[in-house]
C-alpha cells in the first residue's frame, strides 16, 4: 500500500480454464490484495467476491477459490481465505498449515469419515468466490517470519514433506528463487497433471 510498509499478496485460482477465467483471476487478486490491504484481509476476499456475485439459483462463471495475505513489519500477519487454496508459515525450522481446505474431503474428516472415503472427496469445494460470504471467509492471525501462499496445483502435487524440503533449501536465499524452485517441484512430478501452479512468498520483518 503506498505510503506504508502495509504489504499484501493474493492467489485467485480459477474454477475451469476459459479466457474469461483467465481475465478474471488477475482482476479477482488484485482486487483482494488492494483491498485486504486498506481494509483487512477478510474484506479483501470479500470485495473480490463481490466481482462474481449471484442469487443463490444462479451458476456462477467465471468463478474462482482465493487466499490471502495482509502483512506489515512488527505485526502478525492476517490471512483469509475461502475454498482450497492455501497458506503456509515458515518459522525457520517447519513449515505449517495455517489455512484449512474448504473441500467436501475436509468436512468428512472432521467428521470422523474414513480417512479413504475423505481423500476421495478432496476435489468437492464447499465454497468459491461466488458463494462466499462473510461467514464462509475463514481467517486468522499468524506471527511467522515467512508466508507462502500456494493453489491446489501445488499441494496437489507435492507432499507436505516435500514443500517443506523446498522451503528449508532455500529459506536463506531470495524468494523468487524458491517460488521457482516449488513450481520447478511440481513441473518435474510425473503425474502429468496440467492444473496451474502459482506460488506467492512473503517474508516478513
Known amino acids: 500500500?503506498?505510503?506504508?510498509?502495509?504489504?499484501?499478496?493474493?492467489?485467485?485460482?480459477?474454477?475451469g480454464n476459459s479466457e474469461?477465467?483467465?481475465?478474471?483471476?488477475?482482476?479477482?487478486?488484485?482486487?483482494?490484495?488492494?483491498?485486504?490491504?486498506?481494509k483487512t484481509a477478510v474484506l479483501g476476499i470479500l470485495a473480490a467476491a463481490e466481482l462474481v456475485a449471484a442469487p443463490a439459483a444462479a451458476e456462477i462463471e467465471p468463478d474462482g477459490v482465493a487466499v490471502?495475505?495482509?502483512?506489515?513489519?512488527?505485526e502478525d500477519t492476517s490471512l483469509a481465505w475461502t475454498g482450497d487454496s492455501r497458506a503456509y508459515g515458515w518459522d525457520?525450522?517447519?513449515?505449517?498449515?495455517?489455512?484449512?481446505?474448504?473441500?467436501?474431503?475436509?468436512?468428512?474428516?472432521?467428521?470422523?469419515?474414513?480417512?479413504e472415503l475423505a481423500k476421495e472427496?478432496?476435489?468437492?469445494?464447499?465454497?468459491?468466490l461466488g458463494r462466499s460470504s462473510i461467514a464462509s471467509v475463514h481467517a486468522c492471525r499468524i506471527?511467522?517470519?515467512?508466508?507462502?501462499?500456494?493453489?491446489?496445483?501445488?499441494?496437489?502435487q507435492l507432499t507436505h514433506e516435500e514443500l517443506e524440503?523446498?522451503?528449508r533449501i532455500h529459506a536463506d536465499g531470495g524468494l523468487?528463487?524458491?517460488?521457482d524452485a516449488v513450481v520447478a517441484a511440481v513441473s518435474d512430478r510425473p503425474s502429468g497433471s496440467r492444473d496451474d501452479a502459482t506460488v506467492a512468498i512473503l517474508r516478513i520483518g
Open 176 to 179: 523468487q528463487a524458491m517460488a
Open 143 to 156: 506471527s511467522d517470519p515467512m508466508v507462502i501462499l500456494t493453489s491446489d496445483g501445488v499441494h496437489d
Open 165 to 167: 524440503d523446498v522451503v
Open 121 to 128: 472427496h478432496d476435489n468437492w469445494i464447499r465454497v468459491s
Open 68 to 74: 490471502l495475505a495482509v502483512a506489515a513489519p512488527g
Open 20 to 38: 474469461e477465467v483467465a481475465q478474471f483471476v488477475g482482476i479477482a487478486a488484485e482486487v483482494a490484495a488492494r483491498v485486504g490491504a486498506r
Open 92 to 115: 525457520g525450522q517447519t513449515l505449517i498449515q495455517r489455512s484449512t481446505d474448504h473441500t467436501v474431503g475436509q468436512y468428512l474428516r472432521y467428521n470422523r469419515v474414513a480417512v
Open 1 to 15: 500500500m503506498p505510503g506504508t510498509k502495509v504489504v499484501a499478496a493474493a492467489i485467485v485460482d480459477g474454477i
